[in-house]
């Protein structure tokens, strides 16, 4: 999934219009170019944005947090602790994330990477 997002930032792809040969702005084999996204974050800013949350979290020692720090496991942190990060996540990067994923998210790594590969993370 990663290399995915990584080759879409890079790539351009020509597509086909149809449906579109009485319209004369659109010419019959008319070919529109698409880019994906280029602003959207790398995976080294994601990941200084979710450190710098869970950092900023009031029971977290901050020297603890790295991005391999497991939040119940190496932080201590309970379930309701866990809501609350991930909650501050979706208000940092302006994202909703489903309760389904969300309970998921228990790690520095799994928020990085949920976060990094989620389609409407931008620079803000």
């Not at 979290?57 to 309970?78: A, N």
């Not at 866990?82 to 994330?97: G, H, Q, R």
């Amino acid at each position: 999934m990663a290399l995915r997002a990584a080759v879409l930032r890079h790539v351009r792809v020509a597509v086909q219009t149809r449906g579109l040969e009485s319209n004369p702005w659109f010419p019959s084999g008319s070919i529109r170019l698409m880019s994906s996204h280029d602003d959207h974050l790398t995976k080294e800013e994601v990941a200084d944005r979710v450190l710098s949350v869970i950092k900023s979290f009031p029971k977290v020692d901050p020297s603890r947090v790295t991005p391999e720090v497991h939040f119940q496991k190496d932080l201590g942190l309970d379930s309701l602790d866990n809501v609350e990060i991930v909650m501050a996540l979706e208000e940092e990067f302006k994202l909703e994330i489903p309760d389904k994923e969300a309970d998921k998210i228990d790690s520095c790594n799994l928020a990085i990477e949920y976060i990094h590969n989620h389609p409407t993370v931008q620079l803000i």
